[in-house]
């Protein structure tokens, strides 16, 4: 079974301007999560889809963050326009549907974003 | 809101070893799940174990095993016979009803040899 992908690994920007980031869940699972990962601490959850629908996305900054779920698969993520303290890692995580789940999520790779 | 605690943010273990990590949280649904993640420099979250609210026997996955105290809210992590691929960031996490997951802040473990 392929794990969570994301795209890209390294992404290296000058601040005011814009970045995207695309993840693909694992397939089958309907849930679908960013998270920031600032230096040092653990994640914060950014947004949280069901489906092609958002759950939850109190805690992502709608000035300059959003997020799409296209089909209810891939998933991205863009910044517009970046701030110094956008630098971080971007992780996508991915389960399955509620009643069906653990509460696991699985992880993918992460992006790491570096703002100058 | 649910939070995590972890007050060791570094430990370091000798190789064939034995080490615990604390975590402790707070929440007052009644149902939920706790997990120790692991991340290695290479970012990848990786999930070491899992523990149920309702259960009351600890969870136990080869050499990790934890010490859930449900009325004191503490999840531990306890490796055995540690191994230098045990090396990493060890993140404790909360999931309540919301099915979205709190973070710790995180202990560096480093095993040494």
């Known amino acids: 079974e392929a794990g969570v992908a994301q795209s890209p690994r390294y992404k290296i920007i000058e601040k005011r301007q814009s970045v995207a980031f695309w993840c693909n869940p694992i397939?089958?699972?309907?849930?679908l999560y960013w998270y920031q990962q600032i230096l040092g601490q653990g994640p914060k959850l950014l947004i949280q889809f069901q489906n092609n629908g958002v759950v939850d996305d109190s805690q992502l900054p709608k000035d300059r963050f959003s997020a799409e779920r296209l089909k209810g698969v891939d998933s991205t993520l863009k910044i517009q326009p970046a701030k110094l303290e956008d630098s971080a890692v971007y992780l996508c995580?991915?389960?399955?549907?509620?009643?069906?789940?653990?509460?696991?999520?699985?992880f993918g790779p992460g992006t790491r974003l570096t703002v100058t | 809101a649910q939070t995590v605690t972890q007050s060791q943010p570094e430990m370091s273990v000798q190789e064939a070893e034995t080490v615990t990590l604390s975590c402790t949280y707070d929440t007052s649904e009644s149902n939920y799940y706790l997990f120790w993640y692991k991340q290695p420099p290479s970012r990848q979250m990786i999930l070491v174990i899992r523990?149920?609210?309702?259960?009351?026997q600890n969870a136990t996955e080869n050499r990790f095993s934890v010490n859930f105290q449900k009325a004191a809210k503490s999840f531990s992590l306890k490796i055995s016979d540690s191994q230098l691929g045990d090396t990493a960031m060890y993140f404790c996490?909360?999931?309540?009803?919301?099915?979205?997951?709190?973070f710790g802040s995180g202990t560096q473990l480093t095993v040494l040899p």
């Open positions: 996490a909360y999931s309540g009803s919301a099915r979205q997951l709190t």
């Open positions: 995580a991915s389960s399955l549907a509620p009643s069906t789940s653990p509460y696991e999520q699985y």
């Open positions: 397939s089958g699972h309907a849930t």
């Open positions: 523990q149920e609210a309702y259960k009351q």
